[in-house]
């Protein structure tokens, strides 16, 4: 049973948008996972093995209690009945209170395919009479991460100060050269150093080194101020 579940369209977009949550939530002494729904290829500069190793040191980084890949079609994700199933199936059995699922707007369509897949699994997961293994079960809440391919700036519903673990972030995120350096445009600032400056503007909106931002389509509410930065 976990916590927290990461869903991500490819390897290395939970990274992106929640590694820094999911490493508090670890030092919480909380059991955190990510289901990656497709291996991310085929792209310019990766392979298959290639993105599993990847995948597997930036894990070893954020030190998982479980990773898995629910082995989708990267660039033909589709929220349809038969992924849903798949999904809702894995939820079930992972049991999750909390799911972590991309924003909803994104230029990258498996990005916008995967939220209502996540969406309609999360529902599905917790139906009774049912062909699916595993017992019912619903989580409680999802929060949406920010890896988005489109310059937009969505106001947060909050602000997670991941100071204390960015440098592990970052490091996880380093993991993908692929993806992040390899054949990429001599520029500065690299692509590495804009991810540095983004959640550093994020930790200047609450007062902190660095932060993360999380959307969410429901009302969130707090038992007391304590923790407000």
């Known amino acids: 049973m976990l916590d927290c579940l990461a869903i991500a369209p490819h390897p290395d ?3 992106l948008g929640a590694a ?11 059991k955190v996972g990510i289901l990656d729904l497709t291996d991310g290829e085929p792209t310019p500069w990766g392979t298959v093995d290639l993105r599993r190793a990847e995948t597997q040191r930036a894990s070893e980084i954020l030190q998982l209690d479980w990773r898995d ?4 079609t990267n660039r033909s994700l589709e ?3 038969p992924s849903r199933k798949k999904l809702a199936t894995a939820i079930r059995r992972l049991k999750p209170r909390w799911l972590l699922a991309p924003y909803w707007v994104d230029a990258h369509p498996d990005h916008v395919a995967a939220t209502p897949l996540i969406e ?5 997961a917790k139906l009774t009479k049912t062909d699916m293994p595993g017992d019912p079960h619903f989580p409680r809440r999802i929060f949406y991460y920010f890896c988005a391919h489109l310059r937009q700036h969505v106001p947060p519903a909050f602000v997670l100060d991941i100071t204390e673990h960015w440098e592990r972030k970052f490091a996880a995120i380093g993991c ?11 520029t500065t600032p690299t692509f590495l150093e804009s991810l540095r400056d983004e959640a550093a503007y994020w930790g200047r909106q609450i007062g902190v080194g660095y932060g993360e931002p999380f959307a969410s389509r429901e009302t ?3 038992s007391g101020l304590s923790e407000l930065r």
């Open 220 to 222: 969130i509410g707090l």
């Open 20 to 30: 820094g949550l999911l490493l508090s939530l670890k030092h919480q002494g909380l």
């Open 176 to 186: 993908y050269q692929s993806q992040f350096v390899t054949g990429r445009p001599d």
């Open 69 to 72: 890949n629910l082995g989708l």
């Open 79 to 81: 929220a349809d009945l």
């Open 120 to 124: 309609a699994a999360r529902f599905w």
């Open 13 to 15: 977009d939970a990274e």
